[in-house]
């Protein structure tokens, strides 16, 4: 088998794998869960799922790398922190709000 | 070099974000480039220790990989529990090291980062953890 050849069932492959990610990670969205546990099967969709994709896509279109790449780890990065502050978010509705006494 | 490792590493970053973005290394590019990175305002840099840094990025590198595994074992593994867990920094005076604890733990499908406690000497971590087997007591 060729070399492209091999890439293109490769990224065929990891383009599969993105979105098996995908799927499995937003399905639990639609369920009734925890707010948190939903963010952790996020994790796996948003960044793992959509990580796998753009690799997948770097194999298909090579020309293009530096764009891929910078979208590959602006997505990982962004991802990443915006589940933290989703996260941190829920943590400040859980804690009783400490208010002042009355005068 | 404490001092100026702040600064170097914002241009070296800028700079690569820079040439991603335009897909030119000719060396007016490159000028370009430096130019706009170094008039783009930056935060108040404390002095980094550099061995530090590289500990925190080389583990926030091998989190990605293990994120995968994590996935993984989420995806066929039982159902998990979830659980609250706490975790020192490893220095929560540098905000770039804060930065690359909290990506490193939340970036694996296990654990999420949420927030700093205890004065920011600890992050208070959300975690699943492999729950009990079907049919048996848990532990």
Redesign the interface.
Known sequence: MSLAALADHASLLLLGAGLV?WF?GTWPLLESR?Y??K???L??AD??GSALMLLGLLLRIPGQW??L??ALVAL??WN??F??VL??C??ASRLPVRREPPP | MRRLLPLLLTIAFRLA?W???T?DLSRLNLWIGLVVALLLPRARSRPLPLGELLRALGRSLLA?PQ??LE?LR??VGRE?V?AEISEATTDGAIPLLV?LD??RI?????T????LEDGGRRY?I?A?KPGPRHGGLTP
């Open positions: 990610f499995w925890s948190l546990s963010l952790h099967a994790s796996v960044t793992l530096p764009l790449v910078l990982i990065l990443t922190i589940g933290y996260a941190n829920s943590l | 974000v040439c991603l973005l897909a990605v994120a995968y996935a989420l995806m998990p979830e930065f909290v990506f939340t970036l694996t499908p296990f999420i980062v949420l927030g208070r959300h699943l």
